[in-house]
């Protein structure tokens, strides 16, 4: 069934408690848990050329949260591409070429998904250090958007992600979970991407601005480290004040059940 089909079938029905594995966990494999496997390094499956093994290490990875009731693996890392070779965050991705980036996300995503955990594709965008990365802008002109780093995230989407992940920083200016142009306009409109965004830890910043940009679930929590809530009962007034739209507010909605049924979480799925 096609993921607009999965959207309107299962409008204003009850939302799901997800499990979401925390970084650096996510794409490595599963944290405080005794007797789980710590896969190698994304940047090590890409050195292996080998598009087999890329999916098997993805299947292995699902294979081994799904007994766990784990929903959502936090990976696989598309983004730093690697434009600083001793970026902090640079061994969970997997090469600095957007083609083999994109072929290895593709085949990670694509194996995880298998066993019916959702993948969530991250960090989107432009992810290139860690440094002031709560603050920073990555000023990135269209063509070089599109050229390079963009380019692992549409194999990402056309191979049904269930997730994506909006990161820290600012892109031209505008912080990524809150960015219309990167949210809306490249990733959902231009890409048809159907599933839904996440925040990386704490990257929300405002109510409106994230909801209007396209942002579908705050990570780990409004409240989280900051005591302030922008999510909940200020959504919840947003919507009533007409500062977000009731149909942004609805897609929001479809989209987060649509992903679980998708990979076939409805049914005879394990309990966390």
Request: hydrophobic fraction near 35%.
């Amino acid at each position: 069934m096609a993921r607009r089909q999965l959207c309107r079938k299962y409008q204003g029905r009850q939302l799901y408690q997800l499990s979401f594995i925390m970084p650096p966990g996510g794409p490595l494999g599963v944290q405080y848990i005794d007797g789980f496997t710590a896969f190698p390094a994304g940047i090590q499956g890409a050195a292996t050329w080998d598009t087999s093994l890329m999916n098997q290490r993805g299947a292995a990875l699902g294979a081994e949260s799904k007994p766990l009731g784990v929903h959502v693996k936090l990976g696989p890392v598309a983004g730093p591409l690697g434009k600083i070779p001793m970026g902090g965050r640079n061994w969970e991705g997997f090469s600095p070429d957007p083609y083999l980036t994109g072929i290895a996300t593709q085949e990670t995503m694509t194996g995880m998904q298998g066993p019916g955990i959702q993948a969530c594709a991250k960090h989107y965008i432009g992810n290139e250090q860690e440094k002031n990365r709560d603050t920073m802008s990555a000023n990135i002109d269209d063509g070089t958007m599109h050229e390079l780093y963009l380019w692992p995230f549409a194999d990402a989407v056309q191979a049904n992600v269930a997730s994506v992940m909006c990161s820290y920083k600012k892109v031209n200016s505008t912080y990524a979970c809150e960015n219309d142009k990167l949210m809306n306009g490249l990733l959902k409109n231009e890409l048809d991407f159907q599933g839904y965004v996440m925040s990386d830890w704490n990257a929300q910043h405002t109510t409106s601005g994230s909801a209007n940009g396209g942002l579908g679930i705050t990570m780990p929590g409004s409240d989280f480290n900051k005591g302030t809530i922008l999510w909940g009962p200020q959504l919840t007034s947003a919507i009533s004040s007409g500062a977000v739209a009731q149909s942004r507010a609805d897609d929001m909605v479809r989209r987060i059940p649509a992903e679980w049924y998708l990979v076939g979480q409805d049914s005879g799925y394990p309990t966390a």
